[in-house]
């Protein structure tokens, strides 16, 4: 008999996360009630795709009544703490969870965990080309399984898992923040502000962050960033084994990762080994030597051979709305990085290029600071496209243009696709174009994925 059998469970959001989890409670034998503000019309395909299983759908609002007899209450990831019916559950006294903490305490096999404020999701996919590099050579006959805040919530594979499978998982803050549970390796890439909306402070948002050590036991492995300060000072909650990576070499003999001379090193056991050369790494900018640095770490925590590691990091090319090349048009080439949702991110972004750049920025705030944007932007932007919700807020910080210091132009556009237009206006050969929002995509798409293919759509229409 499953553990599930006969529990009701309220399932709050019906995102991807919430589908799939409740979708895994009905198949053990709970009885799920999916609850979401959204109309029923607006749900009407989703409650088609649940509707072979025992899942009872509210609509509309957020009844407390749905808390009567209730035994356990799960959050999609966009849900906030301070949701009426959240705060009423927690007044109640009844256990909150999601579809990350359910899927540790069902998965049989070793997990991987990475968060951070930038980087998760190309750390965790190049972890998991690392990984199956590793298993082509020693466990063809098992898995490996990728997923997370990475797009693909993992609960709807844990039953085809096995023991000597391995899963590679993207956790957030919004799903940290209520688990209490911590996977076998946890990674730390970074500590930048971001999400202040939801959690209101810095110290509130590192709070959540670390949560991914806090369950952690004495076998367990962490890797952390001994470059960020705001990391290293969780190095005392570290309870197992630390390895730790930066650009530098360590002071010490200590488990880590650093870049030297154009080469890539792993430092662990007393043993120095060259990994590879910076110049095979297909990924452009700093910010991606950390990633890749990480997780070589990552790699190495987990056992995978020398060789699947080299293997793996010189047959990756980036993940989709990451840096992603969308294609040449006016002589220019156009870059589509939708998952910049925050202003640390677009900075990272213009970073990594050294040619002209027309930058396409905007989307919602999430309360962040622009400041340090803002004056990348008279560095390295020549010609300014702002959009969406944000707009006039990026160009208040940036203050007045001078036709004589960048940027030269500032155009501010309702929109997403008035401003690919406006991009397509001002370019000229040898131009970088970048859509790097530092802003979510959540005042006009669903998500920065929608964002990213509707402006990869709109590019290749240019003609």
Same mark, same amino acid.
């Given at each position: 008999?499953?553990?599930?059998?006969?529990?009701?469970?309220?399932?709050?959001?019906?995102?991807?996360?919430?589908?799939?989890?409740?979708?895994?409670?009905?198949?053990?034998?709970?009885?799920?009630?999916?609850?979401?503000?959204?109309?029923?019309?607006?749900?009407?395909?989703?409650?088609?795709?649940?509707?072979?299983?025992?899942?009872?759908?509210?609509?509309?609002?957020?009844?407390?009544?749905?808390?009567?007899?209730?035994?356990?209450?799960?959050?999609?990831?966009?849900?906030?703490?301070?949701?009426?019916?959240?705060?009423?559950?927690?007044?109640?006294?009844?256990?909150?969870?999601?579809?990350?903490?359910?899927?540790?305490?069902?998965?049989?096999?070793?997990?991987?965990?990475?968060?951070?404020?930038?980087?998760?999701?190309?750390?965790?996919?190049?972890?998991?080309?690392?990984?199956?590099?590793?298993?082509?050579?020693?466990?063809?006959?098992?898995?490996?399984?990728?997923?997370?805040?990475?797009?693909?919530?993992?609960?709807?594979?844990?039953?085809?898992?096995?023991?000597?499978?391995?899963?590679?998982?993207?956790?957030?803050?919004?799903?940290?923040?209520?688990?209490?549970?911590?996977?076998?390796?946890?990674?730390?890439?970074?500590?930048?502000?971001?999400?202040?909306?939801?959690?209101?402070?810095?110290?509130?948002?590192?709070?959540?962050?670390?949560?991914?050590?806090?369950?952690?036991?004495?076998?367990?492995?962490?890797?952390?960033?001994?470059?960020?300060?705001?990391?290293?000072?969780?190095?005392?909650?570290?309870?197992?084994?630390?390895?730790? +990576?930066? !650009?530098?070499?360590? =002071?010490?003999?200590?488990? *880590?990762?650093?870049?030297? #001379?154009? &080469? /890539?090193?792993?430092?662990?056991?007393?043993?120095?080994?060259?990994?590879?050369?910076?110049?095979?790494?297909?990924?452009?900018?700093?910010?991606?030597?950390?990633?890749?640095?990480?997780?070589?770490?990552?790699?190495?925590?987990?056992? +995978?051979? !020398?060789?699947?590691? =080299?293997?793996?990091?010189? *047959?990756?090319?980036?993940? #989709?709305? &990451? /840096?992603?090349?969308?294609?040449?048009?006016?002589?220019?080439?156009?870059?589509?990085?939708?998952?910049?949702?925050?202003?640390?991110?677009?900075?990272?972004?213009?970073?990594?290029?050294?040619?002209?750049?027309?930058?396409?920025?905007?989307?919602?705030?999430?309360?962040?600071?622009?400041?340090?944007? *803002?004056?990348?932007?008279?560095?390295?932007?020549?010609?300014?496209?702002?959009?969406?919700?944000?707009?006039?807020?990026?160009?208040?910080?940036?203050?007045?243009?001078?036709?004589?210091?960048?940027?030269?132009?500032?155009?501010?556009?309702?929109?997403?696709?008035?401003?690919?237009?406006?991009?397509?206006?001002?370019?000229?050969?040898?131009?970088?174009?970048?859509?790097?929002?530092?802003?979510?995509?959540?005042?006009?798409?669903?998500?920065?994925?929608?964002?990213?293919?509707?402006?990869?759509?709109?590019?290749?229409?240019?003609?």
């Amino acid at each position: 008999m499953s553990r599930w059998d006969g529990k009701q469970v309220v399932m709050i959001g019906a995102a991807r996360q919430g589908l799939a989890l409740s979708r895994f409670l009905a198949l053990q034998g709970a009885h799920v009630i999916l609850n979401d503000r959204r109309s029923e019309e607006e749900l009407r395909d989703k409650r088609d795709e649940l509707a072979p299983y025992n899942i009872t759908w509210v609509t509309g609002e957020h009844p407390f009544s749905i808390l009567d007899g209730t035994d356990l209450v799960c959050l999609s990831g966009g849900v906030p703490l301070n949701l009426p019916i959240v705060q009423e559950a927690t007044r109640r006294n009844i256990p909150l969870s999601n579809d990350s903490q359910i899927f540790l305490e069902e998965t049989p096999c070793p997990v991987i965990g990475i968060t951070g404020s930038s980087g998760k999701t190309t750390t965790t996919a190049l972890v998991g080309e690392i990984a199956r590099q590793h298993f082509a050579l020693r466990k063809p006959q098992h898995n490996v399984w990728v997923g997370g805040n990475i797009g693909y919530p993992l609960i709807q594979d844990v039953d085809q898992m096995q023991p000597d499978d391995i899963a590679v998982m993207e956790l957030s803050s919004f799903q940290l923040e209520i688990m209490s549970q911590s996977p076998n390796i946890a990674a730390i890439l970074n500590l930048t502000p971001n999400h202040l909306d939801r959690h209101i402070n810095m110290a509130k948002y590192i709070s959540a962050k670390s949560q991914i050590l806090t369950h952690q036991s004495h076998a367990d492995i962490a890797v952390m960033n001994r470059d960020d300060v705001r990391v290293r000072k969780l190095f005392p909650e570290v309870k197992g084994r630390q390895i730790t +990576f930066g !650009l530098n070499p360590p =002071y010490d003999k200590q488990d *880590a990762t650093y870049f030297k #001379r154009g &080469r /890539l090193y792993l430092q662990a056991s007393g043993q120095v080994a060259k990994i590879v050369r910076a110049d095979q790494v297909n990924l452009r900018g700093t910010h991606n030597l950390y990633n890749v640095l990480a997780a070589i770490a990552i790699s190495a925590a987990a056992a +995978f051979s !020398l060789q699947a590691i =080299y293997e793996g990091i010189v *047959a990756f090319t980036g993940v #989709r709305h &990451r /840096l992603e090349f969308v294609r040449e048009w006016g002589g220019a080439a156009w870059y589509n990085d939708s998952i910049a949702t925050s202003p640390e991110r677009t900075m990272a972004a213009l970073k990594s290029f050294d040619e002209p750049i027309i930058l396409l920025a905007g989307g919602r705030d999430k309360d962040l600071p622009w400041q340090d944007l *803002a004056a990348a932007i008279h560095e390295k932007v020549d010609h300014l496209v702002l959009f969406g919700e944000a707009a006039h807020l990026i160009h208040t910080v940036l203050g007045e243009t001078d036709p004589e210091t960048r940027p030269f132009t500032i155009d501010i556009c309702e929109g997403l696709e008035e401003a690919v237009a406006q991009a397509a206006a001002r370019v000229s050969p040898g131009d970088v174009v970048l859509l790097s929002p530092g802003g979510t995509s959540f005042d006009a798409f669903i998500d920065f994925e929608e964002r990213g293919k509707r402006f990869k759509q709109w590019v290749k229409e240019l003609t």
